[in-house]
């Protein structure tokens, strides 16, 4: 079985932002992109290769943050 891969809210939002730029620094779509950047980073292996089986614990154990937590973490330290 493999673990998933462990993201901090400071890489998702470096992910997201690189997002922003590959569209052009285009304004409107920021949840688009951090929702994105998200799935990127936390994608398991078996997500990766659609014909491989799903592990129902890995799936329940992916947990989402949000744009807000990553800001409010920023604004912390």
């Known amino acids: ?5 462990l993201s901090t809210p400071e890489q998702i939002e470096q992910r997201a932002y690189q997002l922003y730029l590959e569209r052009g620094s285009e304004d409107g ?3 688009a992109d ?3 950047a998200e ?3 936390t994608e398991s292996p078996e ?3 659609p014909g491989a ?3 129902r614990a890995n799936a329940a154990s992916l947990q989402a943050t ?3 937590a990553g800001r ?4 912390v330290r």
């Open 53 to 55: 089986p799903k592990s």
């Open 66 to 68: 949000s744009p807000e």
């Open 39 to 41: 799935r990127e980073l």
């Open 1 to 5: 079985m493999s673990e998933r891969k």
């Open 29 to 31: 779509n920021d949840l």
């Open 47 to 49: 997500q990766l290769n």
């Open 72 to 75: 409010i973490a920023q604004e």
């Open 34 to 36: 951090w929702l994105a």
